[in-house]
Nanobody
Framework: QVQLVESGGGLVQAGGSLRLACAAS????????MAWFRQAPGKEREFVAG???????????DSVKGRFTISRDNAKNTVYQLYLQMNALKPEDTAVYYC????????????????WGQGTQVTVSS
């Protein structure tokens, strides 16, 4: 059974940093694309960052370029890790952040992702 479990969210002041993690198990994640999405109150879920299966290609939405870094650890063959290092956080980064895996189309297309985590709350105070 595929499971994606996010952690690392919390409350941080503007300008601060957080590192999100997603523990992935139950699938061949070393061959999957993975990504982070976020959903702010009253808004649609949006793409934040994506990474290919090898970790050699990364993609970011414009609003987080230069501040966020996505990475993955495929070393373990039972529980894989996806990370999102978030620096220089802004109040507009406040949202629930979701991990996604196994994409069959455009990274930013919600409908092209097969597996989702339950999300972790990130709140940035001004």
């Amino acid at each position: 059974q595929v499971q994606l479990v996010e952690s690392g969210g919390g409350l941080v002041q503007a300008g601060g940093s957080l590192r999100l993690a997603c523990a992935a198990s139950g699938g061949t994640f070393s061959s999957y694309r993975m990504a982070w999405f976020r959903q702010a109150p009253g808004k649609e879920r949006e793409f934040v960052a994506g990474i290919n299966w090898a970790g050699s290609s990364t993609y970011y939405t414009d609003s987080v370029k230069g501040r966020f870094t996505i990475s993955r650890d495929n070393a373990k063959n039972t529980v894989y890790q996806l990370y999102l290092q978030m620096n220089a956080l802004k109040p507009e980064d406040t949202a629930v952040y979701y991990c996604a895996a196994h994409n069959s189309g455009e990274y930013a297309n919600l409908g092209s992702w097969r597996y989702w985590g339950q999300g972790t709350q990130v709140t940035v105070s001004s």
